[in-house]
């Protein structure tokens, strides 16, 4: 099956600072989604992001699906982005529709 | 637009008892899938429905774990005589197609403890 690898795993922030996630990928896919695990436990959606670059207020994100990678930009970081941040794809090819296989994610915490 | 829903939000189940749990996929949206969130395993797809029909059930446990998506209705996964092992965070998630350009939308979770 495809692989997901995301980097790094842990990460420690100041409010207001910026960071970047990554998610590397090992083959072709139909769709990448992100998402953010609050501490309650709740899957948030980011981003639908097969390719290209979008941005959501604080966030933005972009997807190299030639080479394989996406990446989720968090500018001016605060306390409530705190929680595990996952990258999901379905593999290309057609014969996966509907799987999405995720990363082992990334944990953020943002001290004040 | 309501979103997913899924209940019970928390259920706790002995050992050797039956677990249902519930998922209504947002309006509209007519395929389901269901997500396992084991501590140390992460995230792990176990089955796509739509209605009526399985479509994948390559993440199931072979025995003991059934889902179905009636014509009316909402999803249900169902667990049979549970076990510790079973317990975990299950996400139901629905789109309207499936496939490229359809994005999943995920529940808030079951959190099943089997005691």
């Known amino acids: 099956g495809i692989q997901v690898e995301q980097s790094p795993p842990d990460l420690i922030l100041q409010e207001g600072a910026n960071s970047t996630l990554r998610c590397n990928f090992s083959?072709?896919?139909?769709?990448l989604q992100w998402f953010h695990q609050n501490p309650w436990g709740q899957l948030i959606n980011l981003f639908y992001?097969?390719?290209g670059t979008k941005q959501n207020g604080r966030l933005s994100a972009t997807t190299v699906a030639t080479e394989r990678y996406s990446l989720l930009y968090i500018s001016s970081s605060q306390t409530t982005d705190s929680g595990v941040y996952f990258c999901a794809v379905e593999r290309g090819g057609g014969t996966s529709y509907g799987k999405l296989t995720f990363g082992q994610g990334t944990i953020l915490t943002v001290h004040p | 637009n309501a979103g997913v829903m899924q209940n019970p939000r928390h259920l706790v189940r002995r050992r050797g008892q039956e677990a249902r749990l519930r998922c209504s996929p947002m309006?509209?949206?007519?395929?389901v899938y269901w997500y396992r969130q084991l501590p140390e395993e992460g995230l792990k797809f176990m089955v796509y429905?739509?209605?009526?029909?399985?479509?994948?059930e390559s993440g199931m446990p072979k025995e003991r774990f059934s889902a179905e998506f009636p014509k009316e209705g909402p999803s249900i996964l169902r667990i049979q005589q549970v076990v510790r092992g079973d317990s975990a965070a299950y996400f139901c998630a629905s789109s309207p197609l499936a496939g490229p350009s359809y994005e999943q939308y995920f529940g808030p979770g079951t959190r099943l403890t089997v005691t």
């Open positions: 083959d072709s896919v139909n769709n």
């Open positions: 309006k509209g949206h007519s395929h």
């Open positions: 429905l739509q209605k009526e029909n399985i479509i994948d």
């Open positions: 992001i097969p390719s």
